[in-house]
């Protein structure tokens, strides 16, 4: 548990400053758009602002995940980090809406851009604070295993691109091509529906219970090695925020006694909790070996279901 809150902690770190350092780079922005004109720096600052704000949502999840089980949320609050990856998966849609909408209209209403180098600075600024950004939040993200840090780490690297984008529009602005602006700005809405493709699978995939099927085999290599453990059955895995929980049922010799069949369940838990990174719980049920002969139980409760 101590890990699981010190994972939290890193999370809530990750968050604030990213939201300063974003934050920064979208007021400085705001003030070149608001002399420039420039809708392409404008979709890119909005794309910012939106990535800034993602981290509220993301931080009250980190700080529910910190409360304790309760009665009628008995596995606790994790899954509010699930909640917080759909709110930053249409954060990323808005935010794509709307630039794509800017571009268009002004595709329709072709105007100058002026003061182009201040444009390209604020391209550049936009570019290194997103990067940096983008770098911390996905390591962080991996390494407390948060599905949600990691896509909003894929957002922030995303507007890092279309910062560069914009030097492009920039560029055609300064040769007199005045539709370059807006036509990059089209380029910058395809980006961003783009990472919005990555963060949503890997969003919606923690929703579903997905996990990695190396985990898996590693839980499975694991349980193996345990001594009396004679064979693996159903193994289930699933997160809960950025903690992972297991239920396993695991065979043992028929002959053994109850206390012996628990001593073993108990080795098997220590097992998983140290070969699977991000499990803070195992819940293990010992099953008896079928006698040679008789039907195994839980083989014929499967059949049932299946045919059922």
């Not at 939201?19 to 705001?30: C, I, N």
């Not at 954060?91 to 002026?114: E, H, K, Q």
Request: hydrophobic share 55%; proline share 4%.
């Amino acid at each position: 548990m101590d890990a699981a809150l010190e994972s939290s902690a890193r999370g809530m770190r990750a968050l604030w400053v990213s939201l300063a350092v974003l934050g920064v780079t979208a007021l400085a922005q705001a003030l070149v758009v608001a002399v420039s004109g420039s809708v392409a720096l404008l979709g890119d600052t909005v794309h910012n602002a939106a990535d800034a704000l993602t981290a509220v949502p993301l931080g009250i999840a980190f700080v529910l995940g910190r409360r304790a089980a309760t009665r009628r949320f008995t596995y606790g609050f994790g899954r509010a980090e699930d909640l917080a990856g759909l709110v930053i998966v249409l954060t990323i849609a808005a935010s794509a809406v709307f630039a794509g909408w800017t571009a268009v209209g002004r595709l329709l209403d072709p105007r100058p851009v002026t003061h182009v180098g201040a444009v390209a600075v604020a391209a550049l600024a936009g570019f290194a604070g997103n990067e940096w950004v983008a770098r911390y939040r996905i390591r962080v993200g991996r390494e407390i295993g948060s599905a949600a840090l990691v896509a909003d780490g894929l957002h922030a690297r995303t507007d890092a691109f279309t910062s560069l984008a914009v030097l492009l529009g920039a560029a055609g602005s300064a040769l007199g091509w005045d539709l370059a602006d807006p036509l990059v700005g089209l380029v910058i809405t395809a980006a961003i529906a783009l990472v919005l493709r990555d963060a949503a699978r890997e969003v919606f995939r923690r929703v579903l219970d997905a996990v990695d099927p190396a985990l898996v085999d590693r839980a499975e290599a694991a349980l193996r090695t345990v001594p009396g453990v004679r064979g693996v059955g159903e193994l289930r895995l699933r997160w809960i925020g950025h903690r992972l929980r297991a239920e396993v049922s695991v065979v043992v010799d028929g002959e053994v006694s109850v206390r012996r069949a628990h001593a073993i369940a108990v080795d098997a838990e220590h097992a998983l909790l140290h070969a699977v990174p991000r499990l803070t719980a195992a819940l293990v049920h010992a099953d008896p070996a079928p006698v040679p002969g008789e039907a195994d139980p839980h083989l014929a409760l499967a059949h049932h279901a299946r045919a059922a």
